[in-house]
């Protein structure tokens, strides 16, 4: 009789997850305490598995990662994240899918899109319109004012205004934005 023995598996290799970019101290609790693995603070390692960063992510930066390293950001995000590039993606969609593109409110960049902002405000006659203005580099709601005159929006700053939505959905009574956002671990 043939007795095999087991063949001993390596031990799997523990992920290391670079957290020098990040401030969130959560991501490093999820890293070490939920998924068990290993976390490195050294800026300029690239012994790492996956890199965490708060920032955008420079090509240069990319083009030197090996194949099996991962980041949590995607190369042109900003075409959505920032409220300019949302604003005029998502108007250009909505001018070739008019039927699918209802669900967000008449947009403008200004400076560019002064003037026909400016028409279609006169275009409103005695009708009050309040629109929402919000600085196009700005986050966490600063900056962000509300007004119902196009003067009172100053003319060298760069903006997103959007018309005001009479009822938006509320919690607690205030506004809010919701955000999801995934690890995919494997």
């Known amino acids: 009789k043939v007795v095999r023995k087991p063949i001993a598996k390596k031990p799997a ?15 490093s609790l999820v890293v070490k305490k939920m998924l068990g693995w290993k976390t490195s603070e050294e800026s300029e390692s690239m012994n790492w598995d996956l890199f965490w960063t708060d920032h955008s992510v420079k090509p240069e930066f990319l083009s030197i990662m090996e194949y099996h390293q991962k980041i949590n950001h995607f190369p042109g995000t900003y075409n959505f994240s920032r409220k300019e590039h949302l604003a005029r993606n998502l108007k250009r969609l909505k001018k070739e899918f008019p039927q699918h593109y209802k669900f967000f409110p008449e947009t403008w960049n200004l400076p560019s899109e ?6 279609k405000f006169a275009q409103r006659k005695h009708k009050i319109q309040t629109f929402i203005v919000k600085p196009e580099a700005a986050a966490q709601g600063r900056g962000i004012f509300l007004c119902q ?12 205004v959007q018309k005001y939505l009479d009822r938006p959905y509320l919690i607690d009574g205030l506004k809010f934005d919701l955000r999801i956002y995934v690890l995919l671990a494997g």
């Not at 290799?13 to 991501?27: A, D, G, L, T």
């Not at 002064?114 to 028409?119: H, T, V």
Request: glycine share 0%; hydrophobic share 30%.
């Open 149 to 160: 005159r196009p003067d009172d929006i100053p003319s060298n700053e760069s903006y997103v």
């Open 114 to 119: 002064r003037s026909d902002f400016q028409k």
């Open 13 to 27: 290799k523990k992920m290391v997850v670079n957290v020098s970019e990040c401030k969130w101290p959560i991501v």
